[in-house]
């Protein structure tokens, strides 16, 4: 699994390997001529999971803080929605999407960035990250497990599981996708790690 390189918004930046995301230029990182995506701030995986499949996949993030965030605003998303819907909006947990994502954000009535998970029917705090303050940097390891035999996805970091989404239904595809937002105020970075198919083994 890596980014989709056309699958993406023109003003984010991809490496070359196609492995690591920016709302920020940074070194071996290219903005990519061509993009179709006008709405959905990030980028689509080339690969999607299909109804039974079971896949893993690690996503290292990072962001700093350089001008005090306001009101409702994200920083980094790490979701799965089907690819026909991820553009009908900035973010897939919008009814508009209807997907499922885990959101790192500010929310005005805490004052500080919180790991959220979203969908179209809730909004649930998983863990704060950092207060809203210039200068913060966060950066840490997610690992993602969708199992659509249970139509279960998992967040997962340091052995333990933040939160489980059920009854992820579709009779479609879903594709994990990758947002990254407010470059002026936050700068951020997300990167692909060990993605693992588990569908054939027996454990599950």
């Known amino acids: 699994m890596r980014f989709n390189r056309s699958a993406s918004h023109p003003d984010v930046f991809i490496s070359d390997d196609l492995t690591m995301l920016s709302n920020v230029y940074i070194s071996g990182t290219t ?6 995506l ?3 701030k990030g980028v689509i995986a080339d690969t999607c ?7 893993y ?8 803080i350089i001008n005090t965030l306001q009101s409702y605003w994200l920083v980094l998303e790490i979701g799965l929605a089907e690819h026909n819907k991820v553009d009908n909006y900035f973010y897939v947990s919008h009814e508009n999407v209807s997907g499922w994502a885990f959101d790192i954000y500010h929310r005005e009535s805490h004052n500080q960035t919180f790991l ?3 969908s179209p029917d809730s909004s649930i705090p998983l863990k704060m990250f950092s207060d809203n ?10 690992l993602v497990l969708v199992n659509r035999q249970k139509h279960h996805v ?14 992820v239904y579709s009779d479609q595809s879903l594709c994990p996708v990758f947002g990254i937002y407010n470059p002026k105020d936050v700068h951020a970075q997300l990167q692909i790690l060990n993605p693992r198919n588990f569908t054939l083994l027996p454990l599950w």
């Not at 996949?57 to 700093?64: A, D, G, L, W």
């Not at 303050?133 to 997610?142: D, K, R």
């Open 31 to 36: 903005i990519i001529d061509g993009a179709e």
């Open 38 to 40: 006008k709405n959905y």
């Open 116 to 118: 959220w998970a979203d």
């Open 133 to 142: 303050q210039a200068g913060a940097n966060v950066n840490g390891t997610l």
């Open 57 to 64: 996949y690690e996503v290292n993030f990072s962001y700093s």
């Open 49 to 55: 999971i299909e109804d039974n499949d079971i896949v």
């Open 154 to 167: 998992s967040l997962i970091q340091n052995n333990k599981s933040l939160y489980t989404f059920q009854n």
